[in-house]
């Protein structure tokens, strides 16, 4: 019984978390707009069409993304970033991220560019699938995972470079 309602306690902390407000909600800044991914991590769009990943924490990893991105409460759905996805051109991840999350910019298909820093040590599956503009990319050697289908369907890829950042 203790262990059930430990269960039942967590799992239900999750749900609780997934579902607050401020968390993928859409927020106007002057520059742009900033999506929560975590309560440190955001995205932020801003005017050019550049998306900052970034966390107030030293290190963390991205979150692992399922479609559709929304975040519901009650029976409304907050837009998500998802829904800014063709107007995104160019990435820029944080020094402070250590991971790309699983299916994190899969189907951006205006996407050019994407900074990756040194941080980051693991790309997960489907990261950059079917982003058809993307033509490089430069991946620090500090990468020490790259899981499968990463770059599948970006058939506008022609070169990845790997680097000492």
């Known amino acids: 019984m203790k262990t059930l309602s430990i269960f039942l306690v967590c799992t239900l902390s999750i749900f609780c978390v997934q579902c607050d407000k401020n ?4 927020r ?4 742009g707009q900033t999506w929560y991914l975590t309560y440190t991590m955001t995205a932020t769009l801003d005017n050019d069409g550049v998306l900052t990943i970034s966390s107030t924490k030293k290190s963390e990893a991205m979150p692992e993304f399922h ?10 759905p907050f837009i998500s970033w998802y829904e800014m996805i063709n107007e995104i051109r160019s990435i820029v991840i944080d020094k402070s991220i250590t991971y790309i999350g699983l299916n994190a910019f899969q189907n951006y298909k205006n996407l050019t560019s994407i900074t990756i ?14 982003c058809e503009s993307l033509a490089s990319i430069t991946i620090p050697n500090s990468l ?3 899981e499968k289908n990463v770059f ?4 506008s890829l022609k070169s990845i470079t790997i680097i000492s950042l």
């Open 23 to 26: 968390e993928g909600a859409k």
């Open 28 to 31: 106007e800044l002057p520059d």
């Open 67 to 76: 479609y559709p991105y929304y975040y519901w409460e009650g029976s409304e």
């Open 117 to 130: 820093p040194n941080s980051v040590t693991k790309i997960g599956e489907n990261a950059f699938r079917n």
């Open 144 to 146: 020490t995972s790259l």
């Open 152 to 155: 599948r369907g970006c058939t």
